[in-house]
């Protein structure tokens, strides 16, 4: 059974940092894309970033290039989204998503999500 934990989120000032974990399970890293969305209050929800699980190869938002950086942990059953500079537009809702296809920012072909974890940027 495929299964996504999302965790990480909570509070933060504006320039602050957090790092979002996804813990997966029922399924091999090696072979599937993970990835994470956000969706803000009153808008559709967007992708954020995406990491290959055979290669490596990752894809950013144009908004959080720079900023965030995906990765695989050492446990390599854990994808992590690293948060810098963060700011009051970043505040979401975000998702954690896995799918064998690598998705880029194309929800509609992801299979498998996560709970959410709430992020708030505010001062």
């Known amino acids: 059974q495929v299964q996504l934990v999302d965790s990480g989120g909570g509070l933060v000032q504006p320039g602050g940092s957090l790092r979002l974990s996804c813990e997966v399970s029922?399924?091999?890293?090696?072979?599937?894309?993970v990835g994470w969305f956000r969706q803000a209050p009153g808008k559709e929800r967007e992708g954020v970033s995406c990491i290959d699980g055979s290669d490596g190869s990752t894809w950013y938002a144009d908004s959080v290039k720079g900023r965030f950086t995906i990765s695989r942990g050492n446990a390599k059953n854990t994808v992590y989204l690293q948060m810098n500079s963060l700011k009051p537009e970043d505040t979401a809702v975000y998702y954690c998503?896995?799918?064998?296809?690598?998705?880029?920012?194309?929800?509609?072909?992801?299979?498998?999500w996560g709970q959410g974890t709430q992020v708030t940027v505010s001062s």
């Open positions: 029922g399924f091999n890293l090696d072979y599937y894309a």
């Open positions: 998503a896995a799918d064998p296809a690598f998705f880029s920012d194309d929800s509609d072909i992801v299979h498998y």
